[in-house]
């Protein structure tokens, strides 16, 4: 007892050496009762603890303001690899995956991310575990090796990430758009890195140049922290000073400032780029002052809000009225402190790139309003007016992504607004809104235009791309700077779906779990509470399952041109409801249409009202016909150029369930469908089926009586075809190999071992098994022999079978040896297994129940755990418990005797798929 007393002493007295400053009065959400605090270590360390004790994660993140825009001009791309370094050895823990092996076999996982400004890394864990695994991720900052060893195989790991992306449209533009921007700017450089430019060179080995950048870059001022836990906030400062007071101060260097991010040549121009896969796009870019410590005000907020809404008078509605574009979005697209930058980007059609002047024409329209018209302030109280709502009913983030994004946010707000900052519009100032207008010109514009058919003279660096860039012509500026006034333009009115409705429903104890209110002629409605949630919110989901979904190739197509058409004619009305927290969607599946409705309860019947109307009687012309065949045509066409691994897994997926059509079916339809076939599918679709519907969250039962009959008013009379389920099939262990198709020549491989029973002892046995299996296949086929980029597994549960999925990409080798090498791994972990202790075992049954025992964080979530259930038959809603209960049961014996029966076995159900190049 004594020596427990000292040991506490020594901690606060540590504590109180290392302790610069402290600030607890944090604003918060009203709807966030955590406990929180800030304080700043002795080193400039700046650190934000969070105290929740009903998580069931916790987290930590720590976020370097520096990223690939430090790299030095002659080793590009080493930001990025040093952040794969960290993980292979520290001081305290030499050994490569330690870090990643801890984490898995305590229900934790980790990333990082390497930005222009920022390196985030970030984990979770079992909050038992939390203090051991911050240990761990701690010595990271302060003593990595750096070992010698690793430093060739991961710069061949890097090599491999380089060429997984190397097809990527977004990667490829984006290389286009460093080329034109100032070479001096940081902005263009190369950030991925490769076999080309992590090398030894003049300047020093690799090794001596990660010790470099890392002791350059790597000190505790230019570092922000956030470790979340159970334990009380003075416990949660203890571990952070004493984890983190070693890492290192620095003097900090003084700020250089950045030279201009383009330079004349780079504005008024027009560059033209060929994409990888067929898509066209539209992007007028400007160059303004920055914003970035305007974050009270938000003045590119608002132009976001209107060059960028969807509804009535939109830029958006009047082009896609006009056939023209797609889609739409407006944002910056860069911002920091030397400048920002604005882009309005397009998804265009064919017509849309015969006519894209005209479209930046009706962009530079609304522009010019705006110049002309400051915005009302009425548009500010309506927008404060959200921003409010959403913060006072924020639900919490999954720990792991809440610690990663606010450790990034204490680089730009004050430490006691960092969670509210994002959420501010403290006042209006439409003169900051003008200035940023002012730099909405046709001469300060750089235009992107993407189509397959471009004529290109170029050919940008790393990725290949084809481009050609050109000053814009006088009369093209002139034009657009003096556009005339277009009809139909406008902006937006007040919004009709601000929620103004905040009662709360009184949960009642019987309706904690679904429970099936209507059963009958065809339809079920199911209603529940929220045992973990008190907010004004709610999710409706239903289920119209109709025989004819996808009982042919032609009739699962479609079902497709169906939903397609209904989204893209209810896009105007909804989009407002969308940003008044309101969502919808409305998606195929396997056997059916499932519309999904969730956000404030206020209102949401207004919504589903012209879903089901537009859904169930809309009437579609032979012009919108078109335009949806053309869109899925090249979606289907974009899903066969995906990486070769995606292609194994959608063959997969085609193999276990029915029906299933690959894309390459559905192209093979498309084109002889008419309007005729539409008309006759939509009235088919509705004669027999089965409507099945959950509401869930802040409802009573009467109200969701209400909602359902919503759906019944717009729906014709229709015959009961009871619930539809999708087919799981049993693997056919005499033809175990199977071929999916690729374009790109990278081997994928994925192996899939089925369960030979969906008993709950064996889907826990599988779920332990491919937990004790994640690390040592990841270790050994990535990082040891250096297989590809994409390794994984995991488990695949469906409703009547369970398996394991192990799964790799590689430039380097055949599919045939890749695939030797899994079973080379697989033959072998049966060693492994074996040599297992029996407190290793139980460690990974812990981090596998740890995950399922998890509860929701929000309710959305809640209510997508019970309408799975229904959507299995669980409705007894035991399932999970059961998964736990069998999983408490396991011992290594068990394990060893799945492993047998299932994964190396005779009678084994295995499926061994390779990809194949086209």
Same mark, same amino acid.
């Given at each position: 007892?004594?020596?427990?007393?000292?040991?506490?002493?020594?901690?606060?007295?540590?504590?109180?050496?290392?302790?610069?400053?402290?600030?607890?009065?944090?604003?918060?959400?009203?709807?966030?009762?955590?406990?929180?605090?800030?304080?700043?270590?002795?080193?400039?360390?700046?650190?934000?603890?969070?105290?929740?004790?009903?998580?069931?994660?916790?987290?930590?993140?720590?976020?370097?303001?520096?990223?690939?825009?430090?790299?030095?001009?002659?080793?590009?791309?080493?930001?990025?690899?040093?952040?794969?370094?960290?993980?292979?050895?520290?001081?305290?823990?030499?050994?490569?995956?330690?870090?990643?092996?801890?984490?898995?076999?305590?229900?934790?996982?980790?990333?990082?991310?390497?930005?222009?400004?920022?390196?985030?890394?970030?984990?979770?864990?079992?909050?038992?575990?939390?203090?051991?695994?911050?240990?761990?991720?701690?010595?990271?900052?302060?003593?990595?090796?750096?070992?010698?060893?690793?430093?060739?195989?991961?710069?061949?790991?890097?090599?491999?990430?380089?060429?997984?992306?190397?097809?990527?449209?977004?990667?490829?533009?984006?290389?286009?758009?460093?080329?034109?921007?100032?070479?001096?700017?940081?902005?263009?450089?190369?950030?991925?890195?490769?076999?080309?430019?992590?090398?030894?060179?003049?300047?020093?080995?690799?090794?001596?140049?990660?010790?470099?950048?890392?002791?350059?870059?790597?000190?505790?001022?230019?570092?922000?922290?956030?470790?979340?836990?159970?334990?009380?906030?003075?416990?949660?400062?203890?571990?952070?000073?004493?984890?983190?007071?070693?890492?290192?101060?620095?003097?900090?260097?003084?700020?250089?400032?950045?030279?201009?991010?383009?330079?004349?040549?780079?504005?008024?121009?027009?560059?033209?780029?060929?994409?990888?896969?067929?898509?066209?796009?539209?992007?007028?870019?400007?160059?303004?002052?920055?914003?970035?410590?305007?974050?009270?005000?938000?003045?590119?907020?608002?132009?976001?809000?209107?060059?960028?809404?969807?509804?009535?008078?939109?830029?958006?509605?009047?082009?896609?009225?006009?056939?023209?574009?797609?889609?739409?979005?407006?944002?910056?697209?860069?911002?920091?402190?030397?400048?920002?930058?604005?882009?309005?980007?397009?998804?265009?059609?064919?017509?849309?790139?015969?006519?894209?002047?005209?479209?930046?024409?009706?962009?530079?329209?609304?522009?010019?309003?705006?110049?002309?018209?400051?915005?009302?302030?009425?548009?500010?109280?309506?927008?404060?007016?959200?921003?409010?709502?959403?913060?006072?009913?924020?639900?919490?983030?999954?720990?792991?992504?809440?610690?990663?994004?606010?450790?990034?946010?204490?680089?730009?707000?004050?430490?006691?607004?960092?969670?509210?900052?994002?959420?501010?519009?403290?006042?209006?100032?439409?003169?900051?809104?003008?200035?940023?207008?002012?730099?909405?010109?046709?001469?300060?514009?750089?235009?992107?235009?993407?189509?397959?058919?471009?004529?290109?003279?170029?050919?940008?660096?790393?990725?290949?791309?084809?481009?050609?860039?050109?000053?814009?012509?006088?009369?093209?500026?002139?034009?657009?700077?003096?556009?005339?006034?277009?009809?139909?333009?406008?902006?937006?009115?007040?919004?009709?779906?601000?929620?103004?409705?905040?009662?709360?429903?009184?949960?009642?104890?019987?309706?904690?779990?679904?429970?099936?209110?209507?059963?009958?002629?065809?339809?079920?409605?199911?209603?529940?509470?929220?045992?973990?949630?008190?907010?004004?919110?709610?999710? /409706?989901?239903?289920? &119209?399952? $109709? !025989?004819?979904?996808?009982? +042919?190739?032609?009739?699962?197509? #479609?079902?497709? @041109?169906?939903?397609?058409?209904?989204?893209?004619?209810?896009?105007?009305?909804?989009?407002?409801?969308?940003?008044?927290?309101?969502?919808?969607?409305?998606?195929?599946?396997?056997?059916?249409?499932?519309?999904?409705?969730?956000?404030?309860?206020?209102?949401?019947?207004?919504?589903?009202?012209?879903?089901?109307?537009?859904?169930?009687?809309?009437?579609?012309?032979?012009?919108?016909?078109?335009?949806?065949?053309?869109?899925?045509?090249?979606?289907?066409?974009?899903?066969?150029?995906?990486?070769?691994?995606?292609?194994?897994?959608?063959? /997969?997926?085609?193999? &276990?369930? $029915? !029906?299933?059509?690959?894309? +390459?079916?559905?192209?093979?339809? #498309?084109?002889? @469908?008419?309007?005729?076939?539409?008309?006759?599918?939509?009235?088919?679709?509705?004669?027999?089926?089965?409507?099945?519907?959950?509401?869930?969250?802040?409802?009573?039962?009467?109200?969701?009586?209400?909602?359902?009959?919503?759906?019944?008013?717009?729906?014709?009379?229709?015959?009961?075809?009871?619930?539809?389920?999708?087919?799981?099939?049993?693997?056919?262990?005499?033809?175990?190999?199977?071929?999916?198709?690729?374009?790109?020549?990278?081997?994928?491989?994925?192996?899939?071992?089925?369960?030979?029973?969906?008993?709950?002892?064996?889907?826990?046995?599988?779920?332990?098994?491919?937990?004790?299996?994640?690390?040592?296949?990841?270790?050994?086929?990535?990082?040891?022999?250096?297989?590809?980029?994409?390794?994984?597994?995991?488990?695949?549960?469906?409703?009547?079978?369970?398996?394991?999925?192990?799964?790799?990409?590689?430039?380097?080798?055949?599919?045939?040896?890749?695939?030797?090498?899994?079973?080379?791994?697989?033959?072998?972990?049966?060693?492994?297994?074996?040599?297992?202790?029996?407190?290793?075992?139980?460690?990974?049954?812990?981090?596998?129940?740890?995950?399922?025992?998890?509860?929701?964080?929000?309710?959305?979530?809640?209510?997508?755990?019970?309408?799975?259930?229904?959507?299995?038959?669980?409705?007894?809603?035991?399932?999970?418990?059961?998964?736990?209960?069998?999983?408490?049961?396991?011992?290594?014996?068990?394990?060893?005797?799945?492993?047998?029966?299932?994964?190396?076995?005779?009678?084994?159900?295995?499926?061994?798929?390779?990809?194949?190049?086209?």
């Amino acid at each position: 007892m004594i020596r427990n007393i000292w040991v506490i002493f020594f901690m606060i007295m540590t504590s109180s050496c290392a302790l610069q400053t402290t600030t607890t009065n944090i604003v918060q959400s009203p709807n966030d009762t955590r406990d929180v605090a800030a304080l700043t270590l002795d080193n400039g360390l700046e650190i934000l603890v969070i105290s929740d004790p009903d998580t069931d994660k916790a987290a930590a993140a720590m976020d370097i303001n520096a990223g690939s825009f430090h790299d030095p001009n002659h080793t590009q791309g080493l930001a990025h690899f040093l952040e794969h370094m960290l993980f292979l050895g520290t001081d305290k823990y030499p050994v490569a995956g330690d870090y990643e092996k801890f984490l898995t076999a305590h229900g934790g996982h980790h990333n990082a991310f390497t930005a222009g400004e920022h390196t985030n890394y970030f984990f979770d864990v079992d909050p038992d575990h939390f203090e051991q695994a911050l240990d761990r991720f701690s010595r990271f900052f302060v003593a990595p090796t750096m070992d010698s060893e690793f430093i060739d195989r991961e710069r061949h790991a890097v090599d491999s990430e380089y060429h997984l992306k190397i097809n990527d449209d977004w990667r490829r533009l984006y290389q286009v758009i460093k080329e034109n921007v100032n070479p001096e700017h940081p902005y263009a450089k190369f950030s991925v890195g490769n076999l080309e430019t992590l090398v030894d060179s003049d300047e020093g080995t690799l090794r001596e140049k990660l010790l470099s950048f890392y002791q350059s870059h790597y000190y505790a001022q230019n570092m922000r922290l956030v470790i979340l836990g159970q334990e009380p906030l003075e416990q949660l400062k203890s571990l952070a000073i004493n984890k983190f007071s070693e890492v290192p101060a620095a003097d900090q260097p003084e700020t250089t400032p950045k030279p201009p991010l383009w330079l004349k040549d780079n504005k008024g121009i027009e560059i033209t780029t060929v994409p990888y896969k067929e898509q066209r796009q539209l992007q007028l870019s400007f160059v303004t002052p920055p914003t970035k410590h305007l974050w009270q005000t938000k003045p590119s907020h608002y132009l976001s809000h209107i060059i960028g809404h969807e509804g009535n008078g939109s830029i958006h509605s009047y082009l896609k009225n006009q056939g023209l574009i797609d889609w739409l979005s407006a944002g910056q697209s860069y911002n920091s402190d030397d400048a920002a930058v604005f882009s309005i980007t397009m998804g265009l059609t064919p017509t849309g790139v015969e006519q894209y002047q005209t479209i930046v024409t009706v962009v530079f329209d609304m522009i010019n309003k705006l110049q002309a018209h400051p915005i009302e302030e009425w548009i500010y109280d309506e927008l404060r007016s959200l921003s409010e709502v959403d913060f006072r009913f924020k639900e919490k983030s999954d720990p792991i992504h809440e610690v990663s994004r606010l450790a990034t946010n204490l680089h730009q707000y004050p430490a006691n607004k960092v969670f509210a900052a994002p959420y501010r519009l403290e006042k209006f100032v439409p003169e900051q809104i003008q200035e940023l207008l002012e730099s909405f010109r046709p001469d300060n514009m750089q235009l992107v235009l993407t189509y397959p058919e471009a004529q290109t003279s170029e050919e940008a660096k790393w990725y290949s791309t084809p481009y050609s860039a050109s000053q814009l012509a006088p009369e093209s500026i002139a034009a657009w700077t003096n556009s005339e006034k277009i009809e139909g333009i406008y902006l937006p009115h007040p919004n009709p779906f601000v929620p103004e409705q905040f009662d709360i429903v009184e949960s009642q104890q019987d309706f904690l779990k679904p429970q099936k209110v209507v059963d009958d002629s065809g339809v079920e409605l199911w209603m529940s509470h929220s045992s973990h949630f008190s907010l004004p919110k709610q999710t /409706l989901f239903a289920h &119209l399952s $109709s !025989p004819i979904t996808s009982n +042919t190739v032609e009739n699962g197509a #479609l079902a497709w @041109i169906l939903v397609e058409l209904t989204n893209d004619a209810l896009n105007t009305f909804s989009y407002p409801a969308q940003i008044a927290g309101l969502n919808y969607s409305l998606a195929k599946d396997y056997t059916g249409i499932k519309v999904q409705v969730d956000g404030y309860s206020d209102k949401q019947s207004l919504l589903l009202r012209n879903i089901m109307k537009t859904f169930v009687t809309g009437e579609f012309s032979s012009e919108q016909l078109s335009i949806i065949k053309d869109k899925l045509r090249r979606r289907w066409e974009n899903t066969v150029r995906q990486p070769p691994y995606h292609q194994t897994q959608r063959k /997969l997926y085609q193999t &276990l369930y $029915s !029906p299933t059509w690959l894309a +390459t079916e559905y192209l093979s339809v #498309l084109p002889d @469908i008419s309007l005729d076939d539409l008309i006759s599918y939509q009235q088919d679709f509705f004669k027999q089926m089965h409507l099945r519907l959950l509401v869930h969250g802040n409802t009573t039962k009467q109200q969701a009586l209400t909602l359902k009959q919503v759906m019944l008013a717009e729906l014709p009379d229709f015959r009961d075809s009871g619930y539809l389920a999708p087919t799981d099939n049993i693997i056919d262990t005499e033809n175990p190999l199977r071929y999916a198709p690729a374009t790109q020549p990278d081997a994928a491989v994925l192996h899939y071992y089925q369960s030979q029973n969906n008993s709950y002892a064996d889907i826990a046995a599988g779920l332990v098994l491919q937990r004790m299996i994640k690390s040592p296949f990841y270790t050994q086929l990535r990082t040891t022999e250096q297989l590809g980029y994409v390794v994984y597994s995991a488990p695949m549960t469906t409703q009547h079978t369970n398996g394991l999925i192990l799964g790799i990409q590689s430039s380097a080798y055949s599919a045939e040896h890749v695939s030797e090498r899994v079973n080379h791994f697989i033959d072998k972990f049966e060693t492994t297994i074996k040599e297992t202790d029996e407190q290793d075992v139980k460690r990974y049954i812990q981090s596998v129940l740890s995950d399922l025992e998890q509860e929701p964080v929000r309710l959305s979530e809640e209510a997508d755990r019970f309408w799975h259930s229904i959507t299995l038959d669980d409705i007894e809603f035991i399932r999970r418990e059961s998964i736990i209960n069998a999983v408490q049961q396991l011992d290594l014996s068990a394990i060893i005797s799945y492993y047998n029966q299932n994964i190396k076995g005779n009678s084994q159900r295995k499926l061994i798929i390779h990809s194949r190049s086209m």
